[in-house]
């Protein structure tokens, strides 16, 4: 790691890490760790009951629990089993642009990126069984009772309300963080699901915990509870290695009977009869093509790019648009529009110096220091006017988290990682992320072509609404009081601004300042949700409206974006959808 000195150096160390990476998931190492295939060949004869498209969060969770209740079920993924790096969270950071992320490309007119590498966002998104949840930072967060009535008014449907939807969230969650089951928040979380939760146990969380309460901010042992405002310890799906819904559902030792799995295989396009119902599939393996059927549902969770690309594929979507492809209109509804997501902006403290060099990093924690908090503004407001996720960054290697262009999400320009890099040497971070939980900007996902093999184009129309902007302001003017804390002062720290050349005609902190930073520097959190949107695409049980025998179960189907991270809602849908199709049987 010394000859890492500047971003190239950076780029091409985390390039042949990846590359040595990629050549033991050659070798399959993994691969007994993961539920193994069917023969292709049987699956086309089966007479299966369902057919999940996509293995990902919700997926994983949807196949598990209906072969649970004895259907016979069809799981197809695109991708294969999950390799090594994601198994380590120490390693997640590899994850991002390598084989198993679809890389999507998010164009966000009128902004002209000025500060990225490359004149698009990206969307990352898992291609691997487990989905996002196997590439994801793992933080487990729910969102507060006011995010899901905003669902129950899109679907009018009160199972949506936050009282209803726990029980659900509460079915796939093993909580064992002591301190919260000593307490009274025990009651909102699940003991004996598959999938293990844990908390944030480092001591540098408790020195940010005090510099927020200087300022007046609260300290909440769990905000998974009904206290939706105040800092905490971050939680995680981690206990030594990752948990995702892979490691829930789909482990070697979770095979059934009844559930019948098929990698790397990408489904192209679901068969409709003349009826509109919904009997089965088509899809792509070792350049094959094959069919496959279901006597009673087709359930797509290809995640929020891919279920709508399968749908309009499949002649539903909006009309002029699919015809504008020459794809038969099956039934005309709004699918790929009202995508949307946070928007975070970085914001770079140079805290004290250290010439510390940490001791060997463990590759079984996440590789930094993770806190959040839910801010309001206003103190006495119920809901967070915006989220803070913050790492922190110890010793004297900190510097190197901005040249490691995975580490934030987007490849920002070299200047501007040298430029941290050279300000940060030698000194601890904290880097935070600032963002509007509940913005108003709306974009769409689109066919580029009639051909599955093209990627969608995805305008993220990030900011179009003026008041996000102003409201993003608002957060950082708000949250950059924390430089003024007696504990930042004798600390030395430093608002870095890698931004100089551009917005340092501005007073550094005033509005018109903020506006050309954010401008720059915000990225998309990947979050994205709403592209089969309930209450226009789908039913409030997830039901492809005008079409019998399919739903949608995954992100795509969020109305409005929750306040929080969409991995924990996501696993909620995959519960909730379950128990309806099982209700339905
Ligand atoms: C890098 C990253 C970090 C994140 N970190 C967090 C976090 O820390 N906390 C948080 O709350 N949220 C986080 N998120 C967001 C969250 O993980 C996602 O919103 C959520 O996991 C989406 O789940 P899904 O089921 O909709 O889709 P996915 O989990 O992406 O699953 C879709 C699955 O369908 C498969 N598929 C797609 N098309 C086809 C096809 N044609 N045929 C067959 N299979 C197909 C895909 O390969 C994939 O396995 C993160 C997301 C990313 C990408």
């Given at each position: 790691?010394?000859?890492?000195?500047?971003?190239?150096?950076?780029?091409?160390?985390?390039?042949?890490?990846?590359?040595?990476?990629?050549?033991?998931?050659?070798?399959?190492?993994?691969?007994?760790?993961?539920?193994?295939?069917?023969?292709?060949?049987?699956?086309?004869?089966?007479?299966?009951?369902?057919?999940?498209?996509?293995?990902?969060?919700?997926?994983?969770?949807?196949?598990?629990?209906?072969?649970?209740?004895?259907?016979?079920?069809?799981?197809?993924?695109?991708?294969?089993?999950?390799?090594?790096?994601?198994?380590?969270?120490?390693?997640?950071?590899?994850?991002?642009?390598?084989?198993?992320?679809?890389?999507?490309?998010?164009?966000?007119?009128?902004?002209?990126?000025?500060?990225?590498?490359?004149?698009?966002?990206?969307?990352?998104?898992?291609?691997?069984?487990?989905?996002?949840?196997?590439?994801?930072?793992?933080?487990?967060?729910?969102?507060?009772?006011?995010?899901?009535?905003?669902?129950?008014?899109?679907?009018?449907?009160?199972?949506?309300?936050?009282?209803?939807?726990?029980?659900?969230?509460?079915?796939?969650?093993?909580?064992e963080d002591q301190a919260i089951l000593n307490?009274?928040?025990?009651?909102?979380?699940?003991?004996?699901?598959?999938?293990?939760?844990?908390?944030?146990?480092?001591?540098?969380?408790?020195?940010?915990?005090?510099?927020?309460?200087?300022?007046?901010?609260?300290?909440?042992?769990?905000?998974?509870?009904?206290?939706?405002?105040?800092?905490?310890?971050?939680?995680?799906?981690?206990?030594?290695?990752?948990?995702?819904?892979?490691?829930?559902?789909?482990?070697?030792?979770?095979?059934?009977?009844?559930?019948?799995?098929?990698?790397?295989?990408?489904?192209?396009?679901?068969?409709?009869?003349?009826?509109?119902?919904?009997?089965?599939?088509?899809?792509?393996?070792?350049?094959?093509?094959?069919?496959?059927?279901?006597?009673?549902?087709?359930?797509?969770?290809?995640?929020?790019?891919?279920?709508?690309?399968?749908?309009?594929?499949?002649?539903?979507?909006?009309?002029?648009?699919?015809?504008?492809?020459?794809?038969?209109?099956?039934?005309?509804?709004?699918?790929?529009?009202?995508?949307?997501?946070?928007?975070?902006?970085?914001?770079?403290?140079?805290?004290?110096?250290s010439n510390e060099t940490l001791t060997q990093?463990?590759?079984?924690?996440?590789?930094?220091?993770?806190?959040?908090?839910?801010?309001?503004?206003?103190?006495?407001?119920?809901?967070?006017?915006?989220?803070?996720?913050?790492?922190?960054?110890?010793?004297?290697?900190?510097?190197?988290?901005?040249?490691?262009?995975?580490?934030?999400?987007?490849?920002?320009?070299?200047?501007?990682?040298?430029?941290?890099?050279?300000?940060?040497?030698?000194?601890?971070?904290?880097?935070?992320?600032?963002?509007?939980?509940?913005?108003?900007?709306?974009?769409?996902?689109?066919?580029?072509?009639?051909?599955?093999?093209?990627q969608p184009v995805i305008d993220g129309n990030?900011?179009?609404?003026?008041?996000?902007?102003?409201?993003?302001?608002?957060?950082?003017?708000?949250?950059?009081?924390?430089?003024?804390?007696?504990?930042?002062?004798?600390?030395?720290?430093?608002?870095?601004?890698?931004?100089?050349?551009?917005?340092?005609?501005?007073?550094?902190?005033?509005?018109?300042?903020?506006?050309?930073?954010?401008?720059?520097?915000?990225?998309?959190?990947?979050?994205?949700?709403?592209?089969?949107?309930?209450?226009?695409?789908?039913?409030?049980?997830?039901?492809?409206?005008?079409?019998?025998?399919?739903?949608?179960?995954?992100?795509?189907?969020?109305?409005?974006?929750?306040?929080?991270?969409?991995?924990?809602?996501?696993?909620?849908?995959?519960?909730?959808?379950?128990?309806?199709?099982?209700?339905?049987?």
């Amino acid at each position: 790691m010394e000859h890492i000195t500047n971003a190239a150096s950076s780029d091409a160390y985390t390039s042949s890490v990846q590359n040595a990476l990629s050549v033991l998931t050659t070798l399959h190492i993994t691969s007994y760790m993961w539920m193994p295939e069917t023969d292709v060949k049987d699956s086309v004869d089966a007479e299966y009951e369902y057919i999940v498209v996509g293995a990902g969060t919700a997926g994983a969770i949807v196949a598990g629990r209906l072969a649970q209740s004895q259907a016979r079920v069809l799981l197809i993924e695109a991708g294969g089993d999950p390799p090594i790096e994601t198994i380590y969270p120490g390693l997640a950071l590899y994850t991002r642009w390598s084989e198993i992320d679809y890389n999507f490309t998010v164009s966000s007119q009128p902004y002209h990126h000025d500060c990225l590498e490359e004149p698009y966002f990206t969307l990352h998104a898992g291609k691997v069984l487990g989905g996002s949840s196997t590439i994801s930072i793992m933080l487990y967060e729910r969102g507060n009772k006011q995010d899901f009535q905003r669902w129950v008014t899109a679907s009018n449907d009160d199972s949506w309300s936050w009282e209803n939807v726990l029980k659900y969230f509460k079915r796939t969650e093993k909580m064992e963080d002591q301190a919260i089951l000593n307490s009274p928040y025990r009651q909102y979380h699940g003991l004996d699901g598959p999938l293990i939760v844990t908390r944030e146990t480092r001591m540098e969380v408790d020195a940010y915990h005090s510099i927020v309460q200087q300022l007046g901010g609260k300290v909440i042992l769990d905000l998974n509870s009904n206290e939706t405002v105040g800092y905490s310890r971050a939680q995680y799906t981690l206990k030594d290695y990752r948990q995702s819904t892979a490691t829930a559902f789909l482990k070697a030792s979770d095979t059934s009977t009844y559930l019948h799995l098929l990698k790397n295989t990408e489904v192209t396009k679901i068969i409709l009869d003349d009826n509109n119902r919904a009997v089965g599939v088509k899809a792509k393996r070792n350049n094959k093509m094959y069919t496959f059927n279901a006597s009673k549902e087709v359930i797509l969770s290809a995640g929020v790019i891919n279920s709508p690309k399968l749908l309009m594929l499949s002649g539903i979507g909006p009309k002029e648009h699919l015809e504008c492809k020459g794809i038969e209109v099956k039934v005309d509804l709004p699918v790929g529009k009202n995508y949307h997501d946070h928007i975070g902006v970085v914001i770079a403290h140079r805290l004290q110096k250290s010439n510390e060099t940490l001791t060997q990093v463990d590759v079984r924690e996440y590789p930094t220091t993770a806190i959040i908090g839910y801010v309001a503004i206003n103190e006495s407001k119920k809901y967070p006017d915006y989220v803070l996720s913050g790492h922190f960054v110890y010793g004297k290697d900190a510097a190197k988290l901005p040249l490691q262009e995975n580490a934030f999400y987007d490849r920002y320009r070299s200047c501007i990682r040298n430029t941290l890099y050279r300000e940060s040497k030698r000194h601890n971070m904290l880097y935070a992320f600032i963002s509007n939980p509940t913005p108003l900007s709306r974009g769409t996902v689109t066919l580029r072509s009639s051909h599955y093999k093209d990627q969608p184009v995805i305008d993220g129309n990030f900011c179009s609404v003026e008041v996000d902007l102003e409201h993003h302001i608002d957060f950082l003017q708000h949250y950059t009081r924390v430089q003024n804390t007696e504990i930042f002062m004798q600390l030395g720290s430093k608002l870095l601004n890698p931004i100089e050349k551009k917005c340092g005609k501005y007073e550094m902190g005033s509005r018109k300042f903020w506006r050309c930073y954010i401008m720059c520097m915000m990225s998309p959190r990947n979050h994205a949700v709403g592209t089969c949107a309930m209450g226009s695409v789908v039913d409030s049980k997830l039901r492809v409206l005008g079409v019998q025998g399919l739903r949608v179960a995954d992100a795509s189907i969020i109305p409005v974006i929750p306040s929080v991270g969409t991995y924990a809602p996501t696993m909620m849908i995959g519960e909730k959808a379950a128990s309806m199709l099982i209700e339905d049987m």
